[in-house]
């Protein structure tokens, strides 16, 4: 396993250099100008070259390129160029957050998704298992800033039970939780009724009836983690990107995380906290793939046993 | 079977819900920011928004009142030279930084001097510019300011290098904040200063909190609290104020006739004016705007009254840049709607089939939907307007490069003076360089001379023929001057309306139940 996990951290090296050249170039090709976020709207001229001189603006593409990847190698990220602070500082700050955030969508995803899928299951074609399957068609299919609004009207103005927006407690984080999650809970409903079904139509299950266990053991014990590989799939790509921000959630619920960090960085053309949310994400979702492929081991002996030989 | 996994699914959802009820509210007022400030130095003060949240915990030698008037600060009184070049302020006795110490009148210079020198890099630092001496000390030819001279702690003469009337009004500028020299390091994180509100916590892109100043040397605020939360998004601030979390909501102007129905909320809907201009800037440079009489078609076939009418709540049409009790005249005849003039005027000028041009758009424009009706009056003259939106950086990169043929913006006062909506957009050279490439010596020598004059009835009739020649010469689509419809929760009282932007401090809000 060890070999396995040094190998894959081998081969992240090579995706996340070339992350940064892509993100790197697209900053600099893209049209605008980070000095004009800085300085209003009566500078001038003077004042603007020597930002730009201070921020090496002035330097061609290949050395800031280099200067750019020198500094990552010492772990300097630079600072961010509209707060003077350091892109680090910036991202560990709004990194709880979105961590939050992130998780609450997932358990919210896997409660409901899981649950849903296993219960359809059992009863395909009943009128729940319609019902289920069209509502989780709309869970797919809304748009999460719909979802959000509905959301806020319905449970924070109309009926009063949750603060529409804002962060803090856990009654803060509901309705993000909830609008971020529902769309990966309707994928992973489908997903485990689906391997649900198949699973429950296998030999062994047949076995374990007629051995006579109780119907709970057979669904938890001997159905489920059979189940779980590709709903394992949607949880490890859906977590990666929710860590790497969720920003139109973020936005409807005034959530401080990453992915307004990113967006606010990338309209004001803040290079280097732009750089630095983008090697966050591709990291952020490299590690959560990892661990999903680990967890592919741990749940099926046979991939174990094939990545030991 | 079914049902016992229903049950156990309900009993799930209920335990969530019924665990998360709503917190009872937290004291103090409670309002919103669209996005966070940028930090609170005054010398790197350029967005309204930051200008806004600085004024809270800074003061400075004057401030506006709520109109045009300027009120004293730190300032208890100044005088003016007759040359109108030397200011003299009284610095105010027993006025105290958060930290205790006495503001004095080095304070003031101190603040003034770290604007204009070259290490903080401020991009506000022509406010000071005309003070004398100020040239040599940002060039490093001298190690002070001559300009500023404190005669004792609590009297300090500024002298200008030549009559410069708008002055006076730059002291009330967020960037003229006096800051507490002993906190600049720290300054953007941790204001540094004495105004009526203390900083308590600024979470990042969360919220702004402060108490107030219970050492202020004025009448301080109402409220022992006040916090601001970040909502980017103007549907849930709507929300918001709706479920009792805010307590003053800027209601977005396609929601205003769903507020001032509102059967609780719609009798404390208020508009508030505003100091500003919405316009279309027309590249005189080049073709086809570079001809007065295409400007004049492109002013006269649109319907502005009907657009304002319809889609504008609350806005004033415009008659020239200048806001009418700037221009201190009320009566000044608009263009009037005209298409047919507009299309006899195309023709004269060689455009009998009409023309084709862009209309820049900067940023997620809330206008959209007017610049839409825009394009469907100049399309009935055969002028065809593809309308370019972008972000708000590329816009504005484009706008100072004199990219866009016509480009949508507005411009929100720094200050209540006519000045400030001649100088900066119409004189040569800041309209060459940063703008629509609009030139006109006469103007600018009428500019100059605005500047040098004192306020009075010379002054003001200069004003007026700026105003006109702007009016005769159209570099823009003069379009209105658009306020804002404010409303309050009925715990709420004593809000008034400000007329420039930093001179709401929220000091006289006060909430029925704490």
Not at chain 1, 4 to 25: D, E, K
Not at chain 2, 275 to 301: E, H, Q, T
Not at chain 2, 369 to 375: K, L, P, T
């Amino acid at each position: 396993m060890g070999k396995y996990v040094f190998n894959r951290v081998l081969q992240v090296l090579p995706v996340i250099a070339g992350v940064l050249i892509i993100s790197f170039v697209l900053m600099v090709v893209l049209p605008g100008d980070p000095v004009l976020s800085m300085v209003g709207e009566r500078y001038d001229e003077n004042t603007v070259e020597i930002m730009r001189k201070k921020l090496n603006l002035d330097k061609p593409l290949m050395i800031r390129m280099g200067m750019f990847f020198e500094n990552i190698i010492k772990g300097d990220l630079g600072n961010s160029f509209i707060s003077g602070r350091p892109v680090v500082k910036e991202i560990l700050e709004k990194l709880p957050n979105t961590f939050v955030l992130a998780v609450g969508a997932m358990v919210v995803a896997v409660l409901v998704g899981v649950f849903l899928g296993m219960v359809t299951s059992l009863f395909p074609g009943s009128w729940f298992d319609k019902t289920i399957l069209v509502l989780a068609l709309t869970g797919v299919s809304a748009p999460v800033f719909w979802t959000g609004l509905v959301f806020i009207l319905l449970f924070g103005v109309y009926l009063g039970w949750l603060p529409p927006t804002g962060y803090g407690g856990i009654e803060h984080l509901v309705l993000p939780a909830f609008t971020l999650g529902l769309r990966s809970a309707a994928q992973i409903t489908r997903l485990t009724r689906s391997a649900m079904l198949e699973t429950l139509g296998q030999d062994y299950i047949r076995t374990a009836q007629s051995k006579g266990l109780p119907w709970w053991k057979i669904l938890i014990k001997h159905a489920l983690p059979n189940s779980m590989i590709p709903v394992l799939t949607v949880i490890g790509t859906d977590f990666g990107s929710y860590l790497s921000g969720a920003v139109l959630t973020e936005s409807i619920f005034g959530w401080p995380g990453v992915g307004r960090l990113a967006l606010g960085a990338i309209m004001s053309r803040d290079f280097p906290v732009v750089q630095g949310t983008v090697l966050f994400m591709a990291m952020m979702f490299i590690c959560v793939n990892l661990i999903v492929d680990i967890l592919y081991g741990v749940i099926d002996p046979r991939l174990r046993a094939e990545r030991h030989n | 079977m079914l049902f016992y996994f229903l049950k156990i699914f309900m009993v799930f959802v209920f335990c969530f819900i019924a665990g998360c009820r709503n917190n009872p509210p937290e004291l103090g007022l409670r309002l919103s920011l669209s996005a966070d400030i940028r930090g609170f130095d005054p010398a790197h003060a350029v967005d309204v928004r930051s200008g806004k949240i600085m004024s809270l915990v800074y003061d400075n030698l004057v401030r506006f009142g709520d109109s045009t008037e300027l009120v004293p600060e730190i300032a208890s009184r100044w005088s003016l030279s007759l040359d109108g070049k030397k200011y003299e302020f009284t610095i105010r006795k027993g006025v105290f930084f958060h930290d205790g110490s006495p503001v004095t009148a080095h304070d003031v210079v101190r603040s003034f001097e770290r604007v204009l020198d070259p290490k903080t890099l401020s991009p506000q630092r022509w406010m000071f510019t005309r003070i004398d001496g100020a040239l040599e000390f940002m060039d490093g030819l001298s190690s002070f300011i001559a300009g500023l001279v404190v005669k004792n702690d609590s009297s300090l003469i500024i002298s200008l290098s030549a009559p410069f009337s708008p002055f006076i009004q730059y002291l009330a500028m967020p960037s003229s904040a006096i800051i507490n020299y002993r906190g600049v390091d720290s300054i953007n994180e941790i204001p540094s200063g004495g105004g009526p509100w203390k900083l308590v916590k600024w979470e990042r892109g969360g919220k702004i909190q402060f108490i107030r100043n219970e050492n202020y040397w004025g009448e301080g605020p109402r409220e022992p609290r006040l916090v601001f939360r970040i909502i980017p998004e103007a549907m849930t601030r709507s929300a918001e104020f709706e479920a009792g979390a805010l307590d003053l909501l800027t209601i977005p102007s396609t929601e205003v006739q769903r507020w001032k129905k509102h059967p609780e909320h719609g009798k404390s809907v208020v508009y508030v004016e505003e100091l500003n201009i919405w316009y279309i800037g027309l590249n005189c440079l080049v073709p086809p705007f570079d001809d007065v009489r295409v400007r004049k078609a492109m002013n006269l076939s649109l319907d502005r009254e009907k657009h304002l009418r319809l889609l504008v709540p609350g806005g004033k049409l415009a008659s020239g840049p200048v806001p009418p009790v700037l221009l201190k005249r009320h009566n000044v005849e608009t263009l009037p709607y005209n298409p047919k003039k507009a299309l006899r005027l195309l023709e004269e000028c060689g455009y009998p089939d009409g023309l084709e041009t862009e209309l820049w758009v900067g940023g997620g424009s809330e206008m959209f939907h007017v610049i839409e009706a825009f394009q469907s009056d100049w399309s009935a003259i055969g002028i065809n307007v593809k309308i370019v939106q972008s972000d708000w950086n590329v816009f504005k990169s484009a706008v100072r490069n004199g990219q866009p043929p016509m480009y949508y913006l507005n411009w929100t006062a720094d200050y209540p003076d006519a000045e400030n909506f001649l100088y900066p957009l119409f004189y040569s050279a800041e309209s060459m360089t940063k703008r629509n490439r609009y030139a006109n010596p006469l103007l600018d020598d009428i500019i100059l001379q605005i500047q040098s004059l004192s306020y009075g009835t010379e002054r003001t009739s200069l004003v007026q023929k700026a105003n006109k020649i702007l009016l005769d010469e159209v570099p823009w689509v003069f379009l209105w001057h658009k306020g804002n419809y404010n409303v309050t929760h009925s715990s709420v009282t004593g809000y008034r309306n400000k007329l420039v932007f930093n001179a709401e401090r929220f000091l006289s809000l006060e909430k029925k139940n704490g």
